[in-house]
């Protein structure tokens, strides 16, 4: 069994890799499973009809792996999406595939899907300029919570406590004349500095973690300092996590669920969910739990 992860690292810079690759390395090499890491600027893509079981890496052709994990995510830039539709066209099973990793890097997008099947989603607005405060106090209320339409791990969102904070946020935003596009969602108060990350493999829940904020942000990441427990699942909880995992067609995903009074709500979906604290807080061995569904599916056995 032989299969290829998209990083932003290359196999040499493997020092310097995340946990999850490190994770994914050590797992391999005990499963006798050949595992290497490229950097999307190792490759060149050449299209044409002859040649269908190679692709150039390094200035050469290389035979193609039985599998790919693209491991850049909501990061993932147009070069990279056209090195995985590449190797897909060329019969490469990937996991997460190009279509829904392009899909859930806009959060505007999925949140689209996910509330056009019923899905309880946050109220949510596409920024414009200029921007309409009276309409949006009236629609999303304060405070309310701004987000890049692209971004990883609580990068890129803030919380506006009133209509003068977005006000001086959006000058700000203005004056660094950015085409970055962002969101306005609506603040869910229950969930302040606490949420649900939910980890599928498959279809199927592997691991539940409550993430909680330590130095009370209204961000309760782990990569950004906040504490983890494993989390009990539920009938919704399940249901919430795994429909949505099947309406956007992540095989491979972390659904981050807010606490909404006695429910919940779907916050947004990641395509190369990090399990750093998943790890730490559950009884779960994440990349094995990967392996195996890649070796099910595609009927390999090492």
Same mark, same amino acid.
């Given at each position: 069994?032989?299969?290829?992860?998209?990083s932003?690292?290359?196999?040499?810079?493997?020092?310097?890799?995340?946990?999850?690759?490190?994770?994914?390395?050590?797992?391999?090499?005990?499963? +006798?499973?050949?595992?290497?890491?490229?950097?999307?600027?190792?490759?060149?893509?050449?299209?044409t009809?002859?040649?269908?079981?190679? @692709?150039?890496?390094d200035?050469? #052709?290389i035979?193609?792996?039985?599998?790919?994990?693209?491991?850049?995510g *909501?990061?993932?830039?147009?070069?990279?999406?056209?090195?995985?539709?590449?190797?897909?066209?060329?019969?490469?099973?990937?996991?997460?595939?190009?279509?829904?990793?392009?899909?859930?890097?806009?959060?505007?997008?999925?949140?689209? @899907?996910?509330?056009?099947s +019923?899905?309880?989603?946050?109220k949510?607005m596409?920024?414009?300029?200029?921007?309409?405060?009276?309409?949006?106090?009236?629609?999303?209320?304060?405070? *309310?919570?701004?987000?890049?339409?692209?971004g990883?791990?609580?990068s890129?969102?803030?919380?506006?406590? %009133?209509?003068?904070?977005?006000?001086?946020l959006?000058?700000?935003?203005?004056?660094?004349?950015t085409?970055?596009?962002?969101?306005?969602?609506e603040f869910?108060h229950n969930?302040?500095?606490?949420?649900?990350?939910?980890?599928?493999?498959?279809?199927r829940i592997i691991?539940?973690?409550?993430?909680?904020?330590?130095?009370? %942000?209204?961000?309760?990441?782990?990569?950004?300092?906040?504490?983890?427990?494993q989390?009990?699942?539920?009938?919704?909880?399940?249901?919430?996590?795994?429909?949505? *995992?099947?309406?956007?067609?992540?095989?491979?995903t972390?659904?981050?669920?807010?606490?909404?009074?006695?429910?919940?709500?779907?916050?947004?979906?990641?395509? %190369?969910?990090?399990?750093?604290?998943?790890e730490?807080?559950? #009884?779960?061995?994440?990349?094995?739990?990967?392996?195996?569904?890649?070796?099910v599916?595609?009927?390999?056995?090492?």
């Open positions: 069994m032989e299969g290829w992860i998209l932003k690292i290359k196999e040499e810079e493997i020092k310097d890799a995340s946990y999850e690759i490190l994770r994914f390395l050590e797992v391999a090499k005990k499963r +006798n499973i050949k595992l290497h890491i490229f950097k999307p600027d190792q490759f060149d893509l050449i299209v009809r002859e040649d269908k079981k190679s @692709i150039i890496l200035n050469k #052709p035979q193609l792996p039985q599998f790919l994990l693209p491991r850049e *909501a990061e993932t830039p147009y070069f990279s999406l056209a090195i995985i539709r590449h190797l897909e066209r060329l019969g490469v099973p990937t996991f997460n595939s190009s279509a829904c990793i392009e899909t859930v890097k806009d959060k505007l997008y999925t949140q689209q @899907i996910l509330a056009a +019923n899905l309880p989603v946050p949510t596409l920024a414009r300029s200029p921007l309409n405060i009276d309409l949006i106090e009236k629609i999303i209320g304060f405070p *309310a919570v701004v987000k890049t339409i692209s990883a791990q609580g890129g969102v803030f919380l506006c406590e %009133s209509k003068g904070h977005l006000e001086d959006m000058q700000l935003i203005g004056t660094a004349k085409t970055t596009n962002f969101i306005i969602q869910i969930s302040r500095g606490r949420d649900l990350r939910v980890f599928i493999v498959g279809g691991a539940c973690m409550e993430r909680v904020s330590k130095d009370g %942000s209204f961000k309760a990441n782990f990569s950004r300092g906040g504490e983890v427990k989390y009990p699942v539920n009938e919704e909880i399940e249901w919430l996590a795994t429909e949505s *995992a099947r309406i956007l067609d992540l095989d491979i972390g659904i981050d669920l807010l606490f909404d009074g006695e429910h919940f709500k779907v916050c947004e979906a990641n395509s %190369s969910p990090g399990f750093k604290g998943l730490k807080c559950c #009884p779960i061995s994440i990349p094995d739990t990967i392996f195996d569904f890649i070796q599916r595609l009927g390999l056995f090492s």
